[in-house]
């Protein structure tokens, strides 16, 4: 099943109140919003009721998503807006130090699209992972733990030749940019070759 099939089946199934099916979604999305969030710097109370209040919107509207593999934009749209909200409202409030009677200033982000390009960026790769056979995903994803795994560590684990690591790796990564979720991601957003000076 693809990626995109996948995503879809959840979605109508979610939509018909299956419970399994929806928890699947939040498991998949919730870094993805959480990201988003975390980008504006909201208050950490903030956090928590901006991430229930985009899935509450997402259940509000869930039977209206009529493309759904566009549920990851749709998610990063609505968390962008949720987090405006609240931007909008703390500024309202302005907090005054007892001490010196003066307003105390927070600390804004000055553009989040970086952190949110990243967060589109890493669910990509997610998505992308999942289209992606067993042995690939996980030869990706022994070299890229923190630390990444040695070709030796890697041979070691998976049984595979220290010699024919190399190449695998390299055809799984070529299999990992071809994959649906990467093209899409790479297709919407043509600056992404280069995040932060570094390729991505």
Known sequence: MTEESEVATLVQASAKGDETAWNALVRRYAPLVLAVIRSYQLAAADVQDVSQTVWLRLVEHLADLR???????????????????????????????????????????????LDILR?????????????????????????????PKSYQEISELIGMPIGSIGPSLRRSLDRLRRTKA???????????????????
Do not use: F, K
Request: charge should be positive; aromatic fraction near 4%.
């Open 67 to 113: 493309a759904p593999e566009a549920l990851p934009g749709w998610l990063i749209t609505t968390t962008q807006r949720e987090c405006g909200r609240y931007q909008r409202r703390a500024q309202q409030t302005l907090p005054i130090d007892p001490h010196s009677d003066g307003i105390m200033r927070q600390a804004t982000t000055v553009d989040p699209s």
């Open 119 to 147: 967060a589109e960026l890493r669910q990509a790769l997610r998505d992308g992972l999942a289209e992606l056979s067993a042995p690939q995903q996980r030869l990706l994803r022994l070299r890229a733990a923190d630390p």
């Open 182 to 200: 990467v093209q899409a991601y790479l297709a919407t957003n043509p600056d992404a070759s280069r995040i932060g000076g570094r390729p991505a």
